[in-house]
């Protein structure tokens, strides 16, 4: 399983350990948080950019999941990466013996007109399939679910915008699907040999309009929108725009957007004849979504593999040196560790920052204005953190129970910052702690440490003295 620790992968490999199969997930970075979510499964590290690593991963495998690409459509590089990494993992698949690969691409007509990220994605099914090794394709448009990132631009575009600006562009037809109809799928053609080798379009009940997946959201979370419709915008302009008052990273909202100036319906439905399964309406999926969000079980977030490179960050603990800048703060107190520490697992959460919320949002609306991940990412879970969990522009790093919280910035910044909240014994009282931790090698990251000085002081000490009269 490639791209285990995505948002599809992520769902997708407990899926097959509980339907009983051996699985090997393959991530690019070690970390405990692994073992720990799926235990039944193999974990290996290797990157599809360097070959050799993959031919391990690959050892005595039957079947290979190739869920590895990227929603950047920036700089060539990108592209380019995303291409010689199927190249590198084809030709491993060969040199093991791999019996089949399984590929979730992008729904597009080839003969027309397509956004990068389309071109891209049917460029690399294409390599996949040069080999010896039979590939599946699966082809899907929008992904609807619990922490999908079209699921979250489209709650939050309703939820924020009384009205909504609506392109021609925007009213071509789309065929969106459900996130358990796309895992369904990926089992289900594993579990069907005669699939092997074949190309497959898949897509929900319904072919909507971007208008009317926008108006279903509306009546479903009762608000009165107006839709307003307008000549042409630039996509570009209006994803940015847009990436401004939704969760997900400009980068990838002007990847999905750009996909709906191409009609994405499925033209093939021969998969229905292998896997004829019932299908979810559109309807149906933001329901379950919504569900799953009041009950706090989003399993996996699009933010889980965002940025791409987030889990071969360097880790506190992996500085060369010290960190060029530390400030703590801290309070004594009678409070147990364990109501301490529940408090600090929910910063970020339903309350915010519990003090001065207003500087946290005023920090992430500047990130989003440099085109970062901005501070309305959230959180996957209100009550709890794993390792790689995200909180609004940070990354849980490290995790000790009743003892320690890393969290990793993930925000623009003129070098790298950590903020750590520690619990330590201390004659019979506990001390409650937060560190900040800054690393820079330039002129312009001393100046944004020295900037930020007075704010340190209001920010943190009310922050620990909140958590504590939380808990």
């Excluded at 291409?83 to 491993?92: E, G, K, S, T, Y």
């Excluded at 109809?181 to 289900?188: A, P, Q, R, S």
């Amino acid at each position: 399983m490639t791209g285990a620790s995505g948002y599809i992968g992520g769902r997708l490999t407990p899926e097959l350990l509980a339907r009983g199969y051996q699985v090997r997930a393959m991530v690019r970075a070690a970390s405990p948080e692994y073992q720990t979510r799926w235990p039944d499964a193999e974990i290996v590290v290797a990157d599809a950019l360097q070959p050799k690593s993959l031919d391990q991963a690959l050892k005595d495998v039957h079947a290979a999941y190739y869920l590895i690409h990227s929603l950047l459509l920036g700089p060539e590089r990108f592209l380019a990466a995303d291409l010689q990494a199927a190249v590198n993992f084809r030709r491993a698949a060969e040199r093991a013996g791999v019996s089949r690969i399984i590929y979730l691409g992008g729904l597009g007509d080839a003969r027309q007109p397509l956004s990068e990220h389309l071109r891209s994605r049917i460029r690399i099914a294409k390599e996949l399939a040069r080999g010896a090794v039979p590939v599946t394709t699966l082809r899907a448009a929008i992904i609807i679910g619990a922490g999908s990132a079209s699921y979250e631009i489209i709650e939050h575009l309703v939820r924020n915008f009384p009205v909504i600006l609506v392109p021609d562009w925007a009213r071509n037809k789309c065929q969106p699907i459900a996130i358990r109809d796309v895992i369904k799928y990926l089992v289900g053609v594993l579990e069907t040999p005669e699939t092997a080798g074949q190309d497959f379009d898949i897509g929900g009940v319904d072919i909507l309009t971007y208008e009317q997946m926008l108006a279903g959201m509306a009546e479903l979370l009762g608000k009165k929108r107006f839709f307003l419709r307008v000549a042409s915008m630039n996509i570009s302009l209006f994803a940015y725009f847009g990436s401004l008052i939704t969760p997900v990273a400009a980068p990838i909202t002007r990847c999905l957007m750009e996909g709906l100036a191409n009609e994405v319906v499925c033209r093939d439905r021969t998969i229905q004849h292998h896997l004829p399964f019932p299908l979810l309406t559109y309807r149906q999926a933001i329901v379950t979504a919504m569900s799953r969000q009041q009950q706090d079980r989003v399993h996996t977030r699009w933010s889980d593999a965002y940025p791409p490179a987030h889990e071969l960050a360097v880790k506190l603990h992996e500085l060369d040196a010290a960190p060029t800048y530390t400030a703590s703060y801290s309070l004594t107190t009678v409070k147990t560790a364990a109501s301490l520490f529940g408090s600090i697992c929910k910063v970020g959460g339903r309350e915010g920052w519990f003090h001065s919320n207003w500087l946290w949002r005023l920090r992430g609306q500047i990130d989003k204005l440099l085109l970062g991940v901005g501070s309305s990412r959230g959180r996957r879970s209100v009550s709890a953190l794993k390792i790689n969990d995200v909180v609004g522009f940070w990354r849980v790093e490290d995790l000790q129970p009743n003892n320690k919280l890393l969290l990793r910035a993930e925000m623009k910044l003129p070098g790298q910052a950590w903020l750590e909240f520690t619990i330590t014994d201390r004659d019979g009282a506990r001390a409650l702690a937060v560190t900040a931790f800054y690393h820079t090698t330039s002129i312009l990251g001393r100046l944004y440490w020295y900037a930020l000085m007075p704010c340190h002081h209001f920010v943190f000490a009310n922050l620990i003295r909140q958590i504590e009269k939380r808990s």
